[in-house]
């Protein structure tokens, strides 16, 4: 079956440090991917990780563990537009079709 | 703007009823993928066309179907309308086999009343 969990929601206050974790269980995989989504908006393109390890791109970073079936999302010195769902997805080529399964999102409220 | 286009932006039917989503995909883009999101979910995976051709279908019953043009463009046919097909179409363009060059449109809000 394919599983993937991640909280529901989040606050965190502005210049903060926030964490998303992101576990899952799929049949196939083949990287993992973040997305931020604005409400109304369509998801845009935050982070790909395909090997273990922490991947950094200036205040947002990606980890991938593949043996513990598990990502988080870390986001550094909170703004207030950071304030939006994300959502975790993994790549799964699977029937030989190369498409993505989403999580259900984690909405991050941001405060002053 | 990634260059992904879709109309239109906002639509109303009414159950029964049939609809047509379209997506214009990225210059260079050779296959397109469809999702469905329902308010407060992820998207959830419809079709994927390549080569013109359906590659690969996520669980969605027959009355959703597809097309794809020799120009990448694709769209989203839904027959038979039911109140819970209310939700935001996205339609995302990649290369082929390349997910990580995949782009999202800015999506096709269908309300079924």
């Known amino acids: 079956g394919q599983n993937i969990d991640q909280p529901t929601e989040m606050t965190a206050t502005e210049g903060a440090i926030v964490q998303i974790n992101c576990t899952y269980q799929?049949?196939?995989?083949?990287?993992l991917f973040w997305y931020q989504q604005h409400a109304g908006e369509a998801p845009t393109f935050l982070s790909y990780n395909v090997l273990d390890g922490l991947e950094e791109k200036g205040r947002f970073s990606s980890f991938l563990s593949r043996s513990k079936g598990y990502s988080y999302l870390l986001l550094k010195e909170l703004q207030m537009k950071d304030s939006a769902s994300y959502l975790c997805a993994v790549r799964d080529e699977t029937y030989n079709t190369d498409k993505l399964i989403f999580g259900t999102g984690t909405r991050l409220q941001v405060f002053p | 703007e990634t260059g992904v286009t879709q109309s239109p932006t906002h639509l109303i039917k009414t159950r029964g009823q049939q609809v047509t989503l379209r997506c214009s995909s990225q210059s260079g883009h050779n296959t397109v993928s469809w999702y469905q999101q329902a308010l407060g979910q992820g998207p959830q995976f419809i079709f994927q066309y390549y080569r013109e051709e359906e590659n690969g279908r996520g669980n969605f019953p027959p009355r959703f179907s597809g097309l794809q043009f020799p120009n990448y463009s694709s769209e989203l046919n839904v027959n038979a309308l039911e109140l819970d097909d209310s939700a935001l179409y996205l339609c995302?363009?990649?290369?082929?086999?390349?997910?990580?060059?995949?782009?999202f449109g800015p999506g096709t809000r269908l309300l079924v009343l």
């Open positions: 995302a363009s990649s290369l082929y086999g390349e997910q990580e060059t995949q782009y």
């Open positions: 799929t049949s196939g995989f083949n990287g």
